[in-house]
């Protein structure tokens, strides 16, 4: 699954393809909400997040680097921690 994956995210960052956008967002958005509910305190702050972070997840796909060879999962844990602690940090 993780080729399939890492070719949708490509496909993703050389036509800008919508729907391939969709369907990468579908089967990596698990791994995002599992690390938004290490983080939130309460379901406003959840909903806040998951937001914030739906709007982002273009951006943040846009940026893996397959060549690398960092699992997608790996990527998007750390790259989410990192963004949420961010989002949290400016509303406080």
Known sequence: MEKQII????DYQNTGDEAVLRQVREVC???VEAVL??????D????????KGIER????ISK?????Q???ET???NTYRFYFHQVMRESS
């Open 7 to 10: 070719s949708w995210i490509t």
């Open 29 to 31: 958005w698990p791994i």
């Open 37 to 42: 509910q290490e983080k939130v305190m309460d």
């Open 44 to 51: 406003e702050q959840a909903n806040n997040l998951r937001e």
């Open 57 to 60: 997840f273009p951006f943040i």
């Open 64 to 68: 893996y680097q397959a060549d690398v």
């Open 70 to 72: 960092l699992p997608v």
């Open 75 to 77: 990527f998007l844990q």
